[in-house]
């Protein structure tokens, strides 16, 4: 089989379609209803089955749409893909929404990009600037304010969940990056479920046992979080992240925990104090201000040359 041509790196465009980035955002916002279809329609007590039924059925149908298989390098490279994205990412999230209210848990995913900064520098040689650090310090101090000050139970094993999860999806983001993709969106979307569901089955056996029952409520869950949450939130993620530059699209995953605060706010009656809602602002601008063009008095100071005294 013949492989198609490499799909070019992303370059900045300041007149790229705003169809792009609507196309791209349509993701984070699908990715925060994860959290009040896990606490209210999926069978308690089952990540990882949950994360294998999210995946696989996901997978083989793209796949069967697509008819296409990875080729050379690309079937190491896709298996480091969906692991990375999605056989570490969706259980750990599943954890974290678990174990966590819906907000909390997807702000901890949603520091990503403090994450993909380090690993950035780690892996592409692209050093952060003294902004993208400061504000990164001010995303933990928010963060701490949040757990601190919650009203709901905060456990600690689901904000560890939570905290490698967004190292797991950054470091997959940081190579895409570094790799880019061979095919359209749809395509490696499949290739990258069909491995996670691949690895989640075993997985799902071994800790967990025989698979859950599902219901009408649980196959409503699944069906949602499998064909709107995983293959086509990510077919649009993939597709409009091959047409935006990195840097313009860093700062869409934050609507996800919008939608999964206001989520839980309006169907589940969720209680967030004072200081919590600080910190919940505090982090999310942090976020933001960390994607943004450092000011030009700090941009100097990050390109003045180090000279030996």
Request: aromatic share 12%; with cysteine.
């Amino acid at each position: 089989m013949k492989a198609p041509n490499a799909t070019s790196a992303p370059t900045a465009d300041r007149t790229t379609p705003w169809k792009w980035v609507l196309l791209c955002a349509s993701a984070p916002a699908v990715w925060g209803t994860t959290y009040v279809v896990t606490t209210e329609l999926l069978p308690a007590g089952y990540p990882v089955w949950s994360s294998a039924l999210r995946a696989l059925p996901a997978g083989i149908i793209g796949l069967l749409i697509c008819r296409q298989l990875p080729w050379g390098e690309w079937w190491w490279k896709s298996l480091v893909m969906g692991l990375l994205n999605m056989g570490m990412f969706f259980p750990l999230l599943f954890i974290s929404a678990y174990r966590l209210p819906g907000g909390l848990a997807s702000v901890l995913i949603a520091c990503q990009p403090l994450f993909v900064a380090a690993l950035g520098y780690l892996i592409l040689k692209e050093a952060p600037t003294i902004w993208r650090i400061v504000w990164g310090l001010i995303g933990i101090a928010g963060i701490a304010m949040m757990v601190l000050d919650s009203d709901a139970v905060v456990d600690a094993w689901g904000i560890v969940a939570g905290i490698i999860g967004a190292g797991s999806m950054a470091a997959g983001i940081v190579l895409f990056k570094k790799w880019h993709r061979p095919v359209g969106g749809l395509t490696w979307a499949s290739w990258l479920l069909a491995w996670a569901g691949v690895m989640l089955v075993p997985a799902s056996f071994l800790f967990e046992g025989a698979p859950p029952p599902i219901d009408a409520g649980a196959g409503a869950g699944y069906a949602w979080l499998g064909i709107v949450g995983a293959l086509l939130a990510y077919w649009a993620w993939f597709g409009g992240l091959g047409k935006l530059p990195v840097s313009a699209a860093s700062f869409l995953p934050l609507l996800s925990p919008i939608v999964a605060t206001l989520l839980g706010i309006i169907l589940l009656q969720q209680y967030l104090g004072l200081v919590q809602w600080i910190g919940f602002s505090i982090c999310l601008l942090a976020i933001v201000c960390a994607q943004l063009p450092p000011p030009a008095r700090t941009r100097k100071m990050d390109q003045v040359p180090k000279t030996r005294p």
